[in-house]
C-alpha cells in the first residue's frame, strides 16, 4: 500500500517537474524599422520618451533595418544615425502596428 502511495507521488512529482513551461513573456511594443533606401545600417537613438519609460536618452537602443523594442506606449522622438548621412529625426507613436519606414537624405 506505501509503496503505491510513494510511487504515485514520485510520478506526480517528476510529471510537474517535467511539464514545460511558458516561455516568459516580452513585456513592451515591438515597432519593425525599414530604411529607404534599402540597403543601409543605422542606429536608434531616443531623444524624448513618454512618462514611465526606462529607455535612456542620448542611447542607442537598436541597429536599423529590423525590429526595435520600446518599454511603454506613447509618443518617442528618435535619432536615426547612418553613416555617412544626415541624421534624421522622427516623431514616433507606440505601438506602431505597420512599422515605421525611415527616408533617408
Known sequence: MY???LLLVVAVALGVWLWPRPEPAVS????EFRLDPPG???RV???EAPPGST???ERTIA???GPVQFDKAG???VRIRVDGRE???VLLDVPSPGGVTIRLQ
Open 40 to 42: 543601409s545600417r543605422g
Open 55 to 57: 529607455l535612456e536618452k
Open 75 to 77: 509618443a518617442y522622438r
Open 28 to 31: 513592451g511594443y515591438v515597432v
Open 63 to 65: 541597429e536599423v533595418p
Open 45 to 47: 537613438e531616443i531623444l
Open 87 to 89: 541624421p534624421k529625426e
Open 3 to 5: 509503496l503505491g502511495v
